[in-house]
């Protein structure tokens, strides 16, 4: 069975950073070595313009603590940032461009910061769509000045909420049927909806924690499907921190939902769901 | 495929022949490409000048029909902007107007002028000539919209440019 080489992941989330060496194959992931170390409150806040590393100190030290649990070293990590950071569209790009230059056309005016300022970056889809990603220079500057400052070695830089996209699509389920995707993050969460593998609807907002959120992320679920022309019935797939606490609430109510991917082998103490990250080995 | 990299720094790596290769022959394209910009250049000189002589006539006209219009009784006019604005909201005018533009089309501008008749003018950028110009053909085909009058256009990278037209409620 064709596997990919083990890689080195490090994401950041406001409540936690998480990390570890990971390789998929097409029973699903590796986990060669996890860990998770807390952050205090309010020492990272996931936010568009704002910088996000309000305490780098301490999250420093928890990037060197993990970096010492899974024993990283020297070894180039991919740095995954949170959702909530980032302006995410679909776009259907024309055959003449690359979707980089159209969503400086089409996604960039609309932006309140000034155009150089936006890093933008994509994942393909087929059919010639693209997702398109935005992220203030100035926050992904802080994220990679505070891995500098904790020893790590950045490889390349990516999005978690993208990462999990990737690694959803490579498995979409039945084609006669609409999916929808729970992509959850410490600040925000993404609603990916998608049939046969074309992604027909992305939401992205922000989180709303409280003791009816379970209710209002399965209202959102509903939408989704609306949005993507079938509101009957979706199959719902949730990957993220407290994935399967959702999960088991949702079942507890007479919800139907599963985990986004599972561990091919016994996996490191982590359960894979949990890990959104978990999707950018197979990018 | 190049894998996702949002860094600010992104990695670089050292170019291959095959990239000094296409580097080379992209230069020869450059050169042909400036050649033939020449000679397009000339031609087009040409056209904006008849578009120009053009443009003036119709500016004329419209100036005549506006005057001829403001003559009208004002109880009229204020009559007519009412019924226009029970029989064309502006979210009604919008829709008319994004269900005609091309993907590689954006607007910058709206502005609506609730007169008799009720005048559209907006500020349009576009990717590419052609979509600019499939933007205009559609415009001119719609029966909800006449009298499209396109602006100056600033052909900088991306086409920038303002279209005045009439809007025809239905």
Same mark, same amino acid.
């Given at each position: 069975?064709?596997?990919?080489?083990?890689?080195?992941?490090?994401?950041?989330?406001?409540?936690?950073?998480?990390?570890?060496?990971?390789?998929?194959?097409?029973?699903?992931?590796?986990?060669?070595?996890?860990?998770?170390?807390?952050?205090?409150?309010?020492? $990272?806040?996931?936010?568009?313009?704002?910088?996000?590393?309000?305490?780098?100190?301490?999250?420093?030290?928890?990037?060197?603590?993990?970096?010492?649990?899974?024993?990283?070293?020297?070894?180039?990590?991919?740095?995954?940032?949170?959702?909530?950071?980032?302006?995410?569209?679909?776009?259907?790009?024309?055959?003449?461009?690359?979707?980089?230059?159209?969503?400086?056309?089409?996604?960039?005016?609309?932006?309140?910061?000034?155009?150089?300022?936006?890093?933008?970056?994509?994942?393909?889809?087929?059919?010639?769509?693209?997702?398109?990603?935005?992220?203030?220079?100035?926050?992904?500057?802080?994220?990679?000045?505070?891995?500098?400052?904790?020893?790590?070695?950045?490889?390349?830089?990516?999005?978690?909420?993208?990462?999990?996209?990737?690694?959803?699509?490579?498995?979409?389920?039945?084609?006669?049927?609409?999916?929808?995707?729970?992509?959850?993050?410490?600040?925000?969460?993404?609603?990916?909806?998608?049939?046969?593998?074309?992604?027909?609807?992305?939401?992205?907002?922000? %989180?709303?924690? =409280?003791?009816?959120?379970?209710?209002?992320?399965?209202?959102?679920?509903?939408?989704?499907?609306?949005?993507?022309?079938? =509101?009957?019935?979706?199959?719902?797939?949730?990957?993220?921190?407290?994935?399967?606490?959702? $999960?088991?609430?949702?079942?507890?109510?007479?919800?139907?939902?599963?985990?986004?991917? %599972?561990?091919?082998?016994?996996?490191?103490?982590?359960?894979?769901?949990?890990?959104?990250w978990l999707g950018g080995a197979v990018a | 495929m190049t894998e996702r990299d949002f860094s600010t720094r992104p990695r670089r790596r050292?170019?291959?022949?095959?990239?000094?290769?296409?580097?080379?022959?992209?230069?020869?394209?450059?050169? $042909?490409?400036?050649?033939?910009?020449?000679?397009?250049?000339?031609?087009?000189?040409r056209a904006r000048a008849r578009v120009e002589e053009t443009r003036n006539e119709l500016q004329a006209a419209q100036s005549r029909v506006?005057?001829?219009?403001?003559q009208r009784e004002p109880a009229q006019a204020v009559a007519y902007q009412a019924l226009l604005t029970v029989e064309a909201p502006p979210?009604?005018?919008?829709?008319?107007?994004?269900?005609?533009?091309?993907?590689?089309?954006?607007?910058?501008?709206?502005?609506?002028?609730?007169?008799?008749?009720?005048?559209? %003018?907006?500020?349009?950028?576009?990717?590419?000539?052609?979509?600019?110009?499939?933007?205009?053909?559609?415009?001119?085909?719609?029966?909800?919209?006449?009298?499209?009058?396109?602006?100056?256009?600033?052909?900088?990278?991306?086409?920038?440019?303002?279209?005045?037209?009439?809007?025809?409620?239905?």
């Open positions: 069975m064709r596997r990919s080489r083990p890689r080195l992941f490090v994401a950041l989330d406001a409540g936690s950073v998480s990390g570890g060496a990971v390789a998929w194959s097409a029973a699903g992931f590796r986990l060669a070595s996890h860990a998770r170390v807390p952050l205090p409150e309010g020492a $990272l806040v996931p936010a568009p313009f704002a910088p996000n590393v309000v305490r780098p100190a301490e999250v420093a030290d928890a990037l060197r603590e993990l970096a010492r649990t899974l024993r990283i070293g020297a070894a180039p990590v991919c740095l995954l940032l949170p959702d909530g950071i980032a302006r995410l569209a679909r776009l259907e790009v024309p055959a003449d461009v690359t979707p980089q230059q159209y969503a400086r056309f089409r996604i960039v005016p609309g932006l309140p910061y000034p155009a150089e300022e936006a890093v933008i970056d994509v994942l393909p889809l087929a059919g010639g769509r693209a997702v398109v990603a935005a992220v203030r220079r100035a926050v992904v500057e802080g994220y990679e000045a505070v891995a500098a400052q904790s020893g790590l070695a950045q490889d390349r830089l990516d999005l978690t909420p993208l990462a999990a996209l990737s690694g959803l699509l490579r498995d979409p389920g039945d084609a006669r049927a609409l999916t929808v995707d729970v992509i959850l993050g410490d600040a925000a969460f993404c609603l990916a909806a998608h049939q046969g593998g074309a992604l027909r609807a992305l939401r992205n907002r922000r %989180r709303d924690p =409280g003791p009816d959120e379970d209710r209002r992320l399965a209202e959102e679920v509903q939408r989704t499907a609306f949005l993507a022309g079938d =509101g009957a019935g979706p199959r719902v797939r949730v990957v993220g921190d407290g994935a399967g606490d959702l $999960l088991a609430r949702w079942r507890h109510t007479g919800g139907a939902a599963e985990p986004g991917w %599972r561990s091919a082998e016994p996996s490191a103490g982590a359960e894979a769901s949990e890990l959104a | 050292a170019a291959r022949p095959l990239d000094l290769a296409l580097l080379a022959v992209g230069a020869a394209a450059l050169l $042909l490409s400036a050649y033939a910009t020449v000679n397009a250049w000339n031609g087009r000189q506006r005057e001829l219009e403001a979210p009604s005018v919008l829709a008319d107007l994004v269900a005609l533009m091309p993907g590689d089309v954006r607007l910058d501008a709206v502005n609506l002028s609730y007169g008799e008749p009720l005048g559209v %003018r907006v500020d349009v950028v576009a990717r590419n000539a052609p979509a600019y110009d499939l933007f205009l053909d559609r415009l001119q085909r719609s029966p909800r919209f006449a009298d499209v009058l396109p602006g100056d256009e600033n052909r900088d990278g991306e086409l920038r440019t303002s279209i005045q037209m009439t809007y025809r409620p239905r």
